[in-house]
Each structure stands twice: as C-alpha cells, then as structure tokens.
C-alpha cells in the first residue's frame, strides 16, 4: 500500500463551509483511488485540513481529481467552496489542483493539476476526456442570448439568481450591494422626493438631497459646474474621456467662422486649427434619435457639436455649441459672448448629451457588454487548464451578474435609465445598436485610440497619462506570460481552443464585422498577445475610467443631467435662471439618477485591485513571478499617480492601479 498526503483548502467566505460528507478519488497516468471520503463531521471555511488516501499501489503522474458532496440523510443539504487540493505523491511530488467554484450539487466534479497545459500538449486520454467533458458542461451553462439585434449577444439566463454559482456574488458582495441600495432610496422616500413631480425651484435644494453623501469632488462639481474651463476640464479628466479628438478642419456641419469666435493674444480661428490647438467634441452618434417620455411630458436629446480651444497658457475653454446637427436658422450657435443663460443652457444641453452618450456607449457598451462577452466565450471555450484561462478569468469576475442586474433595474422596461432618462426602451436600444456598428478595435485599445484621436501631447490630460502607463505595464506581464506558453506563431495557430474562442468573440461580440478590425483568428503571437491585454485593460482600467466618478460627477445633476423636459432655444436672448429650473429634470427624476449613480460608485469590501490574484490559478514558478512583477510596478505606478496628485487642485485618482478593479463588477 502507497499513502497520498491530500490537502484540502476551503475558501474563507460566508457559507464555505459543509456539514455534507466530502469524497475524493485521485486519478493518474498509471491508475485511480478509491472513491474516499474525507472523514470530517463539518468542513469549515478557512479550514486546510489534511487527510490520507491509500491506494494498493502508484498512480503515476496524478492527472485530476474526482471531488463530490453528497447529503447525509438527516442533514441538509448545503454548498461547499474549496479554494484547492494539495496532493503529495508517496514519490514525494506534490501537485496542486486549483477549484476555486461552488460544490452545490452531489454530481461528480473533475478538476486538473495546475500545470497549465494547451490542447495540443495533452497526450493523456484521461486528461483529453475531461477537457471535453467540461467544456460540453460549460457550453451548456454559459449559452449566448441575442439581447436586441445589432447589439453584442449577452449571456442566456432568466435573472442573476439563475447564473452558474461559480459567476454569482459573493454573500459579501451581494448583501453590500443590496443594502446600499436599500439605504439610498430609503433615505429619499423619507423626504418625499422619490413621488415628488415639480420642478426645482432652485439650485440650492438640490444640495438638500443627499447631503450626507457627498464626496471632496461632488462638493467642488457643484461649486464649478458653471465655469468654462470646468467643461472643459471634464472632457479629459472627467467620466467620458474618449470623445474628444484634435480637429485641423471644422465639419462642413459646424460653420464657425473666425468673426463669431474670441481667441485671445490676437490669433484667430483659423490660425489655431492650422496650429493644432482646435478641439472637437462631436455627439453625431445622437442624431435624430427620439427622446423619451417622462411621467408623461415629453424629453429633449440633442447631438450637439462642441468645439474647444487650447490657449497659450494650456487652459482647454469651449468657443462655440450647436445643439443639432444640421445647421439651420433654428439652430443657432451658442458663444461664450452671449448672454449668460443662453450660454449655460447650451452647455447644460451638452452635458445632458454627454450623460446619455456616456452611459450608454462608453460606459454600457464598450466595458459592461463588451467584457459580458469575452467572459462567456472565455467560460465557454477555454478550459481551466488552458493558460488563457488562466490569465484572464480574475477579470471575469462578477460581470456576469452586475449585467443582469443591469439588464433588469437600468435598462429594463422598468429600469432608471429606461424609465427617467432621456432614453427610453426602444431609443436606449437604438442608440445602442448605432454605437455598436461604430466600434473599432483600434478604439479600445488606448494607444491606438489616443492616436488616432491625435490627442498625444495635450497638456493635462492624466486618463492618457495614467492609462498609458498601465497599458505597457499590463502588455509586459501579458507578453510574458503568452509567450511562456507559446513560443512561435505555428503554436497559437495549432491552438484550436484559443481559434474557437477568439472567433466566438468576432462572431458574438462584435456581429462578425470585419470593419471593426476585430481578429477573426489568431495567425501570430503579437496578434494574441495584443488582443489579450485589450481584454485585460477593457474589463479592468477602461472600466474604472468610465465608471468609478459617477457620483463625483453625476451626483451634482446640473452638471450631467440625465433627461432635459424643453426644447432648446431656437434663437438667442430667450432664456432665464427659470427657463433654466425649468428644463432641468424634476425632482424625483433627479433623486432617482443621484440615487443611481451614488450605487455605482461604491466599492464592496470584497474589491479585488488589479494586479491582486487571491486566487492561485496558475501553480507554475514563471508565471507566478511575473504576476508578482506585474503586481510591484502597479504599486510603484500607483505612489508615483498619487504622488502627482498632491499638486492638483483636481486630483485625477480612477486610474490609480490601487483604486481599479480587477473586473467589470459594479
């Protein structure tokens, strides 16, 4: 008789722990255990318990392990979390076999030694066979669903309670959330506001709403929301920095001439576009969309052109706003010039464009859907074992419930943006589908989209700065780690799993449209590692660009409102302080937005920082160096953010390594 020494870690989490028998069968290259059961009354969480399995003789090089939980008769049954399996070998090898998912059921589960190992590396008939299995399991549990034609395909499932347990939030994670949210509207339904339907009187009760829920930054929005610099300021720095682009010619919809415009130190416009100091903000993806009604009156969404001016002393200001499209006598041009309510209610017109372009392209579309579906291709077509898995299943985290959630109380026929912006149901879908016929890949990746935007050498602009930091940082770790695993090009195109999951992702994430420059298969190793850091950097930094300053920004609404209920000014001179409280949101659209915004910016004290692995996919020494490597530049990145931030009168702190989250998980 040969003894295995097995450990077994239970992950520390609420509800790890099972009063349910546990059994464990070993299985190697030169024979199997007996089904054993691990002799434990109670499996706590936390625990690392250790146990013996004897066999009559070796296994051989150990493969996988057989793990399932089955209900004693008078006990109820109950969900058991183990993190991994340690075996040590009577040859005195250990193998790890990372778990890290729910045991809810009494089915058999299969789970392999860490070594991470490629289709075309598994000579073992065992390890072939459960490859197979557990993706045939796999596709079946993760099964795509066509959200609204035109728009990337989400996950099948009747709500959150219905996805897989290992996707689910934690007890944690699900319990702050709700409690939040709870708290929120309580605390606005105690002040009557959640049912209240009249305009604001003025701007000062707004600031009654959530008065014990502001933060440095909301407090200084609601000081400077009025200033031209501070709009301008926000196209950079802001929630939605990846609008603006360097313009050398005006569109031929936009006719600004050199006589309506001031530049200061006597230049003109001309000269300042030739010169390269012209900025353009173009919200055309609007156009000739229907706004929504509201609790019964009708909303207003225009798709105004903005156009933005670096002056000597590096200060972007806005010169000129036309809130339409086409121009027409109707459509005036709005200047800083005129008077002082035509030229705020422009820019509130833009701002409230700004909201609904941001939360349902930047922020909806390109992080929330796009990293739904490279998480379900990847659960769908990569193993555990695959080293792509691996690598890109801690940015998985999450997302596919905080979707579902989404889909129901954001963008459902009930849901806050569906029912009190500016986008309703059938406009929020529309809008959708036009902003994904013009994603490009380019565009997400943000050294190719700062580019091509031409926005290299604008002063100030600390998204760039930040974000293009964490991009080389992000790409070296990915870079060694892909090419640990593949050392030439003909290795990545034998990978047949990794060629179904990349064209799942063309085909399911982006509609099979060649023109967004999407692979449709992998031929070489740069190609793959690219496309991987995208994955990486979308589903983690992009995300926290685009989401963590809602509430600094948003939970003053003046500043981003999330509906306007008149028209624009047709022509000048026709507005006032009460034209203004007029057009903004009533009270409970406001209270309901803020009370939105204020949820999706709390982090759970179950927050994962990027470049932080709790879990220990991989087992192998080099990939686990160099996410000890990845993790310490992060860090430095992060004193060095933080150490610049002190000097800013506005520190820029949503791309701090420290501050973004692993995952697409709020």
């Known amino acids: 008789m040969v003894d295995y020494e097995v450990t077994v870690h239970t992950g520390d989490r609420v509800h790890a722990t099972t009063v349910n028998p546990v059994h464990i069968k070993l299985v190697g290259t030169d024979g199997e255990s007996d089904r054993t059961w691990l002799r434990s009354l109670v499996i706590f969480r936390g625990a690392v318990t250790t146990y013996t399995v ?42 790890s076999f990372p778990v890290y998912c729910w045991i809810s059921d009494s089915k058999t589960h299969r789970f392999r030694e860490g070594k991470a190992l490629r289709i075309f590396d598994e000579s073992n008939p065992l390890g072939q066979y459960a490859r197979e299995q557990e993706l045939s399991q796999r596709s079946a549990d993760y099964a795509w669903d066509l959200y609204h034609p035109g728009v990337t395909y989400s996950i099948k499932a009747d709500g959150p309670m219905t996805l897989p347990d290992e996707v689910q939030f934690s007890f944690t994670k699900a319990t702050e959330f709700a409690f939040t949210a709870a708290t929120g509207l309580a605390e606005l339904q105690l002040k009557g506001l959640t049912e209240n339907q009249e305009n604001w009187q003025n701007l000062d009760d707004i600031n009654d709403v959530f008065r014990n829920k502001d933060t440095p930054l909301s407090d200084y929005v609601q000081e400077h929301w009025k200033e031209d610099w501070f709009f301008a300021y926000q196209y950079l720095n802001g929630i ?37 100091n012209i900025y353009l903000c173009d919200y055309k993806n609007l156009d000739g969309i229907q706004a929504n009604i509201v609790q019964g009156i009708q909303q207003y969404l225009m798709a105004p052109l903005v156009l933005l001016h670096k002056r000597p002393d ?16 109707d459509n005036p041009i709005f200047l800083p010039t005129d008077s002082t309510y035509d030229w705020l209610t422009a820019k509130i017109f833009v701002k409230s464009a700004d909201f609904s372009e941001h939360q ?45 959630l989404a889909r129901d109380r954001l963008i459902g026929p009930k849901g806050v943006l569906t029912v009190f912006s500016a986008t309703g149901d059938e406009t929020l879908r529309h809008i959708l589908t036009r902003s994904q016929s013009s994603i490009t890949y380019r565009s997400l990746c943000i050294p190719d989209d700062i580019a091509d935007r031409d926005m290299q050498d604008v002063p100030n602009f600390y998204y760039r700065d930040d974000g293009l930091q964490i991009w080389d940082i992000m790409f070296k770790f990915v870079q060694g780690v892909i090419q640990h695993y593949y050392k030439s090009d003909s290795e990545v195109q034998r990978d047949s799993e990794l060629q179904t999951w990349i064209g799942d992702i063309f085909e399911h994430g982006f509609l099979s449209q060649p023109q967004s420059g999407i692979p449709q298969s992998f031929t070489t190793v740069p190609e793959l ?6 994955v990486m950097f979308t589903s983690s930094c992009q995300h926290a660009a685009v989401n963590s300053g809602q509430y600094d920004y948003g939970g003053w609404m003046p500043n981003t409102p999330p509906t306007l209920q008149r028209p624009p000014p047709t022509k000048k001179g026709t507005t006032s302080e009460a034209t203004m409280l007029q057009t903004l949101p009533v009270i409970n659209v406001t209270v309901r937005g803020m009370a939105r915004v204020w949820l999706l910016s709390r982090q759970s004290s179950d927050f994962v920082p ?26 430095k990145l992060s004193i060095t953010i933080n150490n610049r931030n002190k000097s800013l009168e506005i520190p820029y702190t949503y791309l701090v390594p420290k501050n973004v989250e692993n995952s697409v998980a709020l």
């Open 54 to 95: 004897s066999c009559p003789k070796s296994l051989g090089r150990l493969v996988l392990i057989e793990l399932d939980k089955r209900q004693f008769f008078i006990l109820p049954s109950d969900a058991w979390f183990p993190d991994k399996v340690e075996v040590k070998s009577p040859e005195n090898d250990t193998y």
């Open 240 to 276: 939605h920095p990846n609008l603006i682009r360097r313009c050398k010619t005006l569109p031929n919809n936009f006719p600004v001439t050199d006589d309506m415009v001031f530049i200061p130190d006597g230049s003109n416009l001309s000269t300042e576009l030739q010169q390269g």
């Open 314 to 329: 590096d200060k972007l200001m806005p010169i000129a706003i036309q809130l339409k499209q086409t121009p027409a006598d």
């Open 360 to 404: 349902l392209n930047a922020h909806l579309l390109r992080t929330h859907l796009l990293a739904e579906a490279f998480a379900v291709s990847l659960l769908r077509n990569l193993p555990m074992v695959h080293p792509l898995y691996k690598l890109l299943i801690p940015h998985t985290r999450y997302t596919l419930q905080i979707n579902e």
């Open 529 to 534: 590692i690219k496309f991987s850091t995208m």
């Open 610 to 635: 990027l470049g932080h692995y709790p879990e220990d996919h991989f087992t192998e020494e080099i990939p686990r160096q160099l996410q000890k490597d990845f993790k310490a530049e992060l860090d």
